[in-house]
């Protein structure tokens, strides 16, 4: 059985280096590819994105970068496969996720085209909310939750009629009448498959000169846990993992990444868990055996944590073990909005916990959010607040998103924030379909003016972070935007030149 696993590529909103195009890594696709290897299957991969993310194609309002679809007509492995695994990276990918789905009905009527969900990214979406699109290009079905945990009976499914279709697949014929009632199967395992990221071009993501976390030459993303516990509503992650999380075992984890350590010479990972530290013991056991087995690695909390589950006398330890960066999730620093939302915050802790990362040499960053719906002007001023009380506590930095209704999330669902236009189709953390995008931009833009305001009465320490973003030696995320925005206009220029000269829409 030859089994063809696709990631698309990556949407990148015009005019925006905010919201869109950060560069992630298909990490459960690479585990469900370990594990079909396992198992005695027969795997290849087509990675438009990391293939060639150099290569920009015009969309109208977004570019997408990477190598189109069509360029693979000709490949053994679409001629060969007998099932195709589409991996919905991102919402923003949606509409090329569709165009691939619909090519393979196209060049391979009879082979099975299957989407799989990604559950692990707040970036992703839920399927069954969109499931009819899917069917409507031709998908065979959709996987939902751990698809590496019961393949067989999937694969089964998909290849003999006869047989018993597993919960976490939806075939064509069911269609998607009651997205409550699809079940996500979840595994009770503590060790996941180590990603086999042998198979995908590591060398594309390497070359770029950005990353999703502060850019290293060679680094791997990793997940050493899944889910999170918390309702918040304008998030899809409740929906995709059903409020659950499961932490792979310490041990196990630290098995991976000495692995693929030895397999790649990476000694950088950012862990991309949703909220690796849940269980904060569970650190404190990794970071003891990193140090036990003098791994000799830097990690990096790229996605967030939150940060309550963070002790601050568990700060040392983490540094000592490799601990580069956290991200924290403040959201906003108004406690109305954040009991709308949901999401309980300690405000006292986020700052002691920013105080003592700056003492161990750890990076911090922090994430606002803007335009949630029962959000006004005293919210937003309390937000203000708390972000310079951050900025003066010694965060590095922070990243201030625009809330945008991603299918799955309850905002999506009750319709509270109002889409007009064609902008609309893209969703992204710069939302330009919102009907107030005006309004809602300009309160992201004040706290931007505010953080680089208290940054510059700190003295040094903006000065540093420019200085290293321009030398490519980047501590934090937003030290990678100069050359990512140096990167992708690159491309545009390169783009419209071609244009004119009557080349084909693609760079």
Request: proline residues 6%.
């Amino acid at each position: 059985m030859r089994v063809l696993l696709v990631s698309p590529r990556l949407a990148i909103q015009k005019g925006d280096f905010l919201g869109s195009g950060v560069p992630y890594w298909p990490l459960e696709l690479a585990v469900l590819g370990q594990h079909l290897r396992d198992i005695g299957r027969t795997v290849e991969v087509l990675d438009l994105f990391g293939s060639d993310p150099a290569r920009l194609t015009d969309h109208v309002d977004h570019y997408l970068q990477g190598v189109p679809i069509e360029d693979h007509r000709h490949a053994a492995s679409v001629a060969q496969a007998d099932i195709v695994v589409v991996y919905a990276i991102s919402y923003m990918s949606h509409a090329e996720v569709l165009d691939i789905v619909r090519w393979f009905r196209t060049l391979r009527p009879g082979v099975p085209v299957v989407v799989m969900e990604n559950a692990q990214a707040v970036t992703a979406y839920s399927l069954p909310r969109v499931a009819d699109a899917f069917f409507d290009a031709g998908a065979s079905g959709l996987v939902i939750g751990d698809a590496w945990i019961n393949w067989p009976e999937v694969e089964a499914a998909l290849t003999d009629a006869t047989r018993e279709v597993p919960s976490n697949l939806r075939l064509a014929a069911q269609r998607a009448d009651d997205p409550a009632r699809w079940t996500r199967l979840r595994e009770s395992a503590t060790r996941h498959p180590t990603p086999a990221w042998d198979l995908f071009p590591v060398e594309g993501y390497w070359n770029l000169p950005y990353a999703h976390g502060p850019k290293q030459r060679r680094y791997l993303p990793v997940l050493t846990s899944r889910g999170c516990p918390y309702p918040c509503d304008f998030c899809v992650v409740p929906e995709t993992n059903d409020r659950r999380w499961r932490g792979d075992d310490a041990h196990a984890v630290v098995d991976m990444l000495i692995a693929m350590r030895d397999r790649f010479g990476v000694r950088d990972f950012h862990v991309e868990d949703l909220n690796p530290t849940v269980r904060s013991e569970r650190w404190t056991e990794i970071c003891e055996e990193l140090i036990r087995r003098n791994a000799g690695i830097r990690f990096y909390f790229v996605s967030g944590t939150k940060a309550e589950t963070v002790r601050l006398e568990q700060v040392e330890l983490l540094a000592r073990a490799g601990c580069r960066f956290i991200s924290i999730s403040p959201e906003s620093g108004s406690k109305a909005v954040m009991k709308t939302i949901g999401k309980p915050f300690n405000y006292d802790h986020g700052l002691r916990l920013v105080e003592a990362c700056r003492r161990h040499g750890i990076r911090t960053q922090a994430c606002f959010l803007v335009g949630h719906p029962a959000e006004n002007d005293e919210d937003r001023a309390a937000s203000l607040a708390y972000l310079r009380s951050m900025v003066r506590a010694g965060l590095d930095e922070a990243a201030i998103f625009i809330v945008a209704p991603f299918a799955g999330s309850r905002l999506y669902a009750n319709q509270r924030i109002e889409l007009r236009g064609a902008l609309a189709s893209l969703p992204s953390f710069t939302p330009k379909g919102r009907a107030d995008f005006e309004q809602v931009d300009a309160a992201r833009r004040r706290m931007i003016r505010v953080f680089f305001a208290e940054k510059l009465r700190r003295g040094p320490d903006l000065w540093l972070q420019g200085l290293r973003a321009v030398l490519g030696r980047p501590q934090t995320k937003m030290e990678n935007l100069p050359r990512r925005v140096v990167f992708v206009l690159g491309r545009v220029l390169r783009l419209r030149l071609r244009n004119l000269l009557g080349g084909a829409g693609h760079a």
